[in-house]
């Protein structure tokens, strides 16, 4: 594992070496980029080789994820930056959280394939593949409601926030994709989480997700929005009618459902008057 991470970053060492060459007026930025992973490298070869006690590891590894996740804080603060494109940024961004979602209907197939050729098909297991598909575009439809590319244009610093905000967001896509590999383990009878706890393995991915795109909706355009506020509340909302429902003894079928219209209310409220909202918000950030 550690080798297949170093291989990568150690090709990034060397574009960041050719910048450093290639670029004077940035050559110290390029540099401080090139330094950061260096070291964190060095340490992840020592954790591999060195018979290390386990909680050394537990220790050195956060460690070492903090020096890499600390590089582009300190050079694009504190040392000049880069001259970084904020539309190409904006979609690579976005091509990342595709990706992300991708693995989610890969998950969805997979776990469901496995369900289909332990009990064959069912209303339920129908039921995972709509809730998989549901959800994927769903998210994807809310990640990409506000462009982010000509606020981050018009307001760079802005982008460290929204940057170091994606992890959440990846994470929390992943995170549902594991849901619902719960939920199938449910249907199938192997997991003894019950329907209450696949519920929630599903619906706190999804309302974290939903909490850091409202927020992160409201840094980039730095003001408040009531009518965003309200359709995030009806996010809230349905999610928590899931949960309900999964503890009153609900089927898993209808709890997930009720998760895959949650982000259903904020397409519908962005669609109808939302994107009204957002047009004024978006001319007020980048005048």
Request: glycine letters at 10%; hydrophobic letters at 60%.
């Amino acid at each position: 594992m550690v080798a297949g991470y170093v291989v990568m970053r150690i090709a990034l060492v060397v574009q960041w070496c050719r910048v450093a060459v290639q670029d004077p007026a940035h050559r110290r930025a390029a540099a401080s980029y090139a330094g950061f992973v260096t070291v964190a490298q060095i340490g992840w070869v020592i954790i591999a080789f060195a018979d290390l006690p386990l909680a050394a590891v537990v220790l050195v590894g956060p460690l070492l994820f903090l020096i890499e996740l600390a590089a582009p804080y300190v050079v694009e603060t504190r040392l000049g930056g880069t001259p970084w494109h904020p539309h190409h940024i904006a979609e690579r961004y976005g091509l990342l959280t595709i990706i992300a979602l991708g693995e989610v209907l890969f998950g969805t197939v997979a776990s469901v394939t496995a369900l289909v050729s332990a009990q064959g098909w069912s209303v339920e297991a129908v039921i995972v593949v709509v809730a998989g598909i549901g959800l994927v575009f769903g998210l994807w439809w809310t990640y990409f409601i506000l462009p982010a590319g000509p606020i981050l244009a018009r307001h760079r610093r802005r982008a460290v926030v929204w940057g170091y905000s994606h992890i959440v967001i990846f994470a929390t896509i992943a995170a549902t994709g594991a849901g619902l590999h719960v939920a199938a383990f449910v249907i199938e009878g192997t997991a003894e989480i019950g329907t209450l706890g696949a519920t929630l393995a599903v619906a706190i991915p999804v309302l974290v997700f939903s909490i850091v795109l409202f927020l992160l909706y409201t840094y980039l355009v730095h003001q408040g929005d009531p009518f965003h506020l309200f359709l995030f509340a009806g996010t809230v909302l349905v999610l928590a009618a899931a949960v309900i429902v999964a503890a009153a003894g609900g089927s898993i079928g209808t709890c997930l459902i009720l998760i895959t219209l949650s982000p259903a209310v904020v397409v519908v409220g962005f669609e109808t008057i939302g994107h009204r909202h957002e047009a004024v918000a978006l001319a007020r950030a980048t005048e």
